[in-house]
DNA sequence: CGCAAATTTGAACGTAGTCAACAAGTGTGG
DNA sequence: CCACACTTGTTGACTACGTTCAAATTTGCG
């Protein structure tokens, strides 16, 4: 259960139809190659075109007057990007490409004609955009009220279960391919800092690094640590319309 | 153009047509009144009920399990509560009344039944929820990137910026309604370092108090200092289909 | 192999937190 | 109407978590 599309990702909340399955491979006709550190759209672009990433990582963020930089979402196949774009003319934010990947274009009036069209998909759209606002303000409950540690261990276990949900054969080990400065900047800490709560961590034997490689050696006491829980498990959107057959 | 219902937010955005309205409407039947300090739903509690707020301010938020409390989000007039229980069983967080309240409470099929016969509003919901994403991250980013005055600032302007969307008479100067430790809450600091804070912006002749009032003395240094960007307005959803008359 | 990027560590500093005490409101019941 | 309790606001002294700055080391590319 790779996931290489938006439908994948739609296709596990719901049973599609095939109808709504053509309908939702349509938005993703334009693939687009785009290299690593290559930027997709940047802040205040007023490009109105959404995205659905199909392979590689792709990380959302926005640049402060003072230069720093807040990581405000990592973007895993399946995902959308710039859908910013939906209520405001120049994006609120930056979309990078943080290994080479591949995306699907489409406009945004595409997303509408989806919606008229196939009206539970619109639902399910609604849905997926609630998991990833509650995704949100559990960090920002983290980077409000969290010290470092359990932010850097909540990053780790989100991260790998992300990874998971793509490939379940990612089990306590997995490559985070994040640098340091990219934790610290999706964390609220510096990258020196980070460093120091790794360490920390690697000290304390729940996790263990060797060169890109990354092990939660205990995952209950990393959990407990960082305050987790998993909001891609246990969904139900079992309120969505029935599909018209 | 006081905001009273759902439709007044949507009727913001689109031009609504009758039985748009009609619909809208119907998921405020039942008018339920809650009491300042009253819970509407907590953390955990498995009713899929949904509300709008109608009268009064509510806010959202989670206790975490050093007994600390984020805010999440103020809920205001046209608001949606309880959008959580679209995707999850147990809610993810809780709500509570500020003030005394008036909400209007529809089972989550209800929305599906929306979405299905109004495809239109379900893409008009979408844009609202992007909207409350957009705001979501600014306030990430100013948790993780600016220091405590820049954040207590936006609070205000923020604040000041939702009371005047509801009645546009509001101007420098208004009731913020807040205690210290409701804005450290929301802030992601101390009750103390607010009040410090609050007078440091008050000695800068940025802000000046009296009694419960709150006055902006200089805009757009209050903006400056607190790199605010009002994302209520400049909305631009010219991209859903046209009504069907 | 050589160079730039990333990681690691130490030392000094500073922003925000903690603790404590007091003042000013606010509301309630006697 | 006042007394008392409780919440909220205010200020000071001290602490601590995370930052800054700097330098050395490792890693991984081209």
Same mark, same amino acid.
């Given at each position: 259960m790779t996931i290489g599309c938006f439908a994948d990702r739609v296709g596990e909340l719901i049973r599609l139809t095939a109808p709504e399955r053509a309908a939702l491979s349509a +938005?993703?006709?334009?693939e687009r190659h785009v290299r690593r550190n290559g930027v997709l759209f940047r802040e205040k672009? =007023? *490009?109105s075109e959404l995205f659905i990433i199909r392979r590689g990582l792709m990380m959302n963020y926005v640049l402060l007057d003072d230069g720093s930089r807040q990581i405000l979402r990592f973007l895993f196949p399946g995902d959308m990007a710039g859908t910013g774009g939906l209520v405001y003319r120049g994006s609120p934010e930056t979309t990078m490409a943080m290994t080479d990947t591949v995306v699907c274009g489409f406009e945004r009036e595409a997303l509408g004609r989806l919606m008229r069209d196939h009206p539970r998909l619109g639902g399910v759209i609604l849905a997926v955009a609630q998991i990833e606002r509650v995704a949100l303000t559990d960090r920002l409950a983290a980077l409000g009220r969290r010290p470092a540690k359990s932010r850097v261990a909540a990053l780790l276990l989100d991260m790998r279960n992300r990874y998971r949900a793509l490939d379940? #054969?990612? $089990? #306590? *080990?997995?490559? +985070? $391919? +994040? =640098?340091q400065e990219e934790i610290g900047d999706a964390t609220g800490l510096t990258a020196v800092h980070v460093n120091r709560m790794l360490r920390q961590l690697e000290d304390e034997r729940l996790i263990s690094r060797d060169h890109g490689r990354l092990h939660l050696l205990n995952e209950p006491a990393l959990r407990r640590a960082a305050n987790y829980t998993d909001r891609y498990e246990n969904i139900d959107v079992s309120w969505l319309p029935a599909a018209v057959e």
């Open positions: +938005l993703e006709e334009r672009d =007023t *490009t379940n #054969a990612i $089990g #306590a *080990t997995f490559v +985070l $391919g +994040l =640098t």
